[in-house]
């Protein structure tokens, strides 16, 4: 068992002017990790830690929990979370939108970031591949035509946690994701 401890920052993206969003309740103990319940219950985002890894999922009116990322580092899971509560943040603080890649829906494969690849482990577990050859320590769990995640995740990956968060706080989207701020 592991103790889940996120980056403080992720929490500014669950607050606007110091007061946390009337509509989101977050939950967090030793055996489940983080829970994000929004909308009274509708739905819910998980960060958890099972079987010697990071987990990141998603689930509907307290259902089963759709795990869409594992990872042995944290880190790659703080990510999905940022950019999850970052698009969430952007909207309600009235922000203009981060769309990342900065193109239209819906993405195709050539959309994924330049020189990055998906590697299919299985049908529905891929990895992210860099330029260089060495992968992302994250395997993803969806459709092998889902290149709305591929595409996103391959530009978010890279990026610290810390910049990351900066970067949805930010009326210009800086450090990190001011060329795709619209």
């Not at 978010?156 to 701020?181: K, N, Q």
């Amino acid at each position: 068992m592991s103790t889940i401890s996120l980056v403080n920052e992720i929490f500014e993206l669950t607050r606007i002017d110091q007061e946390r969003y009337p509509w989101l309740h977050i939950s967090h103990t030793e055996e489940d990790g983080y829970i994000f319940i929004y909308n009274y219950g509708e739905f819910a985002f998980h960060v958890f830690y099972e079987d010697g890894l990071y987990k990141f999922g998603y689930s509907e009116r307290h259902g089963k929990v759709f795990v869409e990322a594992v990872s042995p580092d944290l880190a790659n899971i703080e990510r999905l979370l940022t950019y999850t509560l970052g698009r969430n943040y952007r909207k309600h603080s009235r922000l203009p939108e981060i769309r990342i890649p900065k193109i239209h829906y819906p993405y195709k494969e050539e959309d994924i970031k330049e020189g990055f690849s998906a590697v299919y482990l299985s049908d529905h577990e891929w990895v992210l591949q860099r330029p260089d050859g060495s992968r992302v320590d994250a395997v993803f769990i969806g459709y092998r035509d889902d290149w709305n995640r591929h595409a996103i995740y391959s530009y978010i990956m890279d990026i610290p946690v810390v910049d990351l968060v900066a970067s949805y706080l930010d009326p210009d989207g800086y450090p990190a994701l001011h060329e795709f701020v619209l």
